[in-house]
């Protein structure tokens, strides 16, 4: 019994001293959060945060993709910038772009929206921002939409752009609109329309290139938009999305990011916008 314990003593002994001796050490590597991060939010589920876990946010009269807040406006919703643009897995190095902005500074955007933080967030997880003046809304990665205020320009008979209001008068006025969620376009109803019914398309799609039947499955939404206000209907064999009963169009002739041409073709209001106003379609 006492050679037993003693090997055992022996042992330990032995094991210490060889620890001892070496003076290898291995050194854990260091990790260091990326520069934009998915962030699991109980509330919104995947949204993009910053290294530190600081929510961003889209701002939705960044409609041509560049930033319109400034002063006052970017005192309350500082730019988000790094030069060093490291991404966790699921977010695209194609996503991401940087714009200068008119004051000079540079700002990172994602699928073309700028990004900002909330001055009024003030730990990791906070989103308070959300849904402030309707208009600013948390930055997930998949919104199927967006929410877009803008002024809305249209072309008279020479071609010359001309403001209209939400009225489909002509002044100036800003206009809350449904626009497609990865490329910023605008999107439109028909007057002429009936509940799930496209009354515009012809069989043959012969008409379809001046106004485009649009549709996406609908995933995730800006906190203003409600899904079930959201259908799909079939138009000849192809899917269309709808708002409120209302089958959903992009216009051919809007080419760059946040036009709305067809606000005024081929006279105003026949080819309205569609928000959070917008009545359902009649029967």
């Known amino acids: 019994m006492k050679k037993s314990i003693f090997l055992v003593f022996a042992l330990v002994a032995s094991l210490y001293s060889c620890s001892s001796d070496d003076?290898?050490?291995?050194?854990?590597?260091?990790?260091?959060?990326?520069?934009?991060?998915?962030?699991?939010?109980?509330?919104?589920?995947?949204?993009?945060?910053?290294?530190?876990?600081?929510?961003?946010?889209?701002?939705?009269?960044?409609?041509?993709?560049?930033?319109?807040?400034?002063g006052d406006c970017k005192a309350a919703w500082p730019i988000f910038y790094t030069a060093d643009?490291?991404?966790?897995?699921?977010?695209?190095?194609?996503?991401?772009?940087?714009?200068?902005?008119?004051d000079g500074e540079k700002q990172n955007t994602y699928k073309g929206w700028p990004l900002y933080y909330f001055a009024n967030d003030n730990a990791a997880g906070d989103t308070n921002g959300d849904k402030v003046g309707n208009n600013w809304y948390i930055a997930k990665p998949?919104?199927?939409?967006?929410?877009?205020?803008a002024q809305l320009v249209g072309k008279d008979s020479?071609?010359?752009?001309?403001?209209?209001?939400?009225?489909?008068?002509?002044?100036?006025?800003?206009?809350?609109?449904?626009v497609n969620g990865n490329t910023g376009?605008?999107?439109?109803?028909?007057?002429?329309?009936?509940?799930?019914?496209?009354?515009?398309?012809?069989?043959?799609?012969?008409?379809?290139?001046?106004?485009?039947?649009?549709?996406?499955?609908?995933?995730?939404?800006?906190?203003?938009l409600d899904a079930s206000d959201f259908g799909t209907i079939d138009v000849f064999g192809r899917k269309q999305l709808t708002f409120r009963g209302w089958p959903l169009y992009y216009f051919g002739q809007d080419?760059?990011?946040?036009?709305?041409?067809?606000?005024?073709?081929?006279?105003?209001?026949?080819?309205?916008?569609?928000?959070?106003?917008?009545?359902?379609?009649?029967e």
Not at 85 to 102: N, Y
Not at 143 to 148: D, G, K, N, Q, V
Request: glycine share 6%; net charge negative; aromatic share 12%.
């Open 23 to 70: 003076d290898t050490q291995i050194t854990p590597p260091v990790t260091t959060a990326n520069a934009v991060q998915l962030t699991t939010n109980e509330k919104f589920g995947s949204i993009l945060t910053d290294a530190n876990g600081m929510s961003l946010y889209f701002f939705s009269r960044d409609t041509k993709g560049t930033s319109v807040c400034a």
């Open 85 to 102: 643009l490291t991404l966790d897995s699921g977010l695209l190095a194609s996503d991401f772009s940087v714009i200068t902005r008119a």
């Open 142 to 149: 998949d919104y199927s939409l967006m929410y877009a205020e």
């Open 158 to 178: 020479e071609g010359n752009l001309i403001n209209i209001k939400s009225d489909y008068t002509e002044g100036d006025e800003l206009t809350f609109y449904i």
């Open 185 to 224: 376009r605008t999107l439109y109803t028909f007057q002429n329309d009936t509940k799930d019914n496209n009354n515009f398309t012809a069989d043959d799609f012969s008409n379809d290139a001046v106004w485009p039947v649009f549709h996406v499955d609908i995933d995730k939404l800006p906190s203003i």
């Open 255 to 282: 080419v760059e990011r946040g036009d709305n041409f067809g606000i005024n073709f081929p006279a105003p209001g026949v080819w309205p916008i569609a928000n959070t106003d917008t009545p359902g379609a009649p």
